[in-house]
């Protein structure tokens, strides 16, 4: 391999097997550091994700009496503006009431 008293190279094939098999240690944790990141950041997005969509949230209870009475009440005619004629009250639940939860 290599002679560090007379810097000599004596077997330049085992020296470059050597030179090669660490620079393969390198190489795998050089990919296992960019998967390891790659999740990291997917996570995180969906940190975000989850995060940003419960702040948007609407309370059922907030628009509960709109929804319900189906009407607008100064006009007396159908609901037009307002949380209640937002898309965002097909996909919100009803509350469980006491029994149900138990």
């Known amino acids: 391999m290599y002679n560090p008293l007379n810097m000599a190279i004596e077997d330049p094939d085992r020296l470059k097997e050597k030179d090669q098999r660490e620079w393969n240690k390198k190489a795998r944790y050089c990919i296992r550091y960019e998967a390891e ?4 950041d ?19 209870g907030r628009i509960k009496e709109q929804a319900e009475r189906g009407f607008d009440m100064l006009t007396n005619g159908e609901v037009r503006q307002g949380p209640a004629n937002l898309k965002a009250t097909e996909y919100m639940q009803k509350p469980l009431n006491s029994w149900t939860r138990l």
């Open 42 to 60: 997917e996570c995180l997005a969906e940190q975000q994700r989850s995060d940003l969509m419960s702040l948007n949230k609407c309370s059922y």
């Open 37 to 40: 990141q790659a999740t990291r």
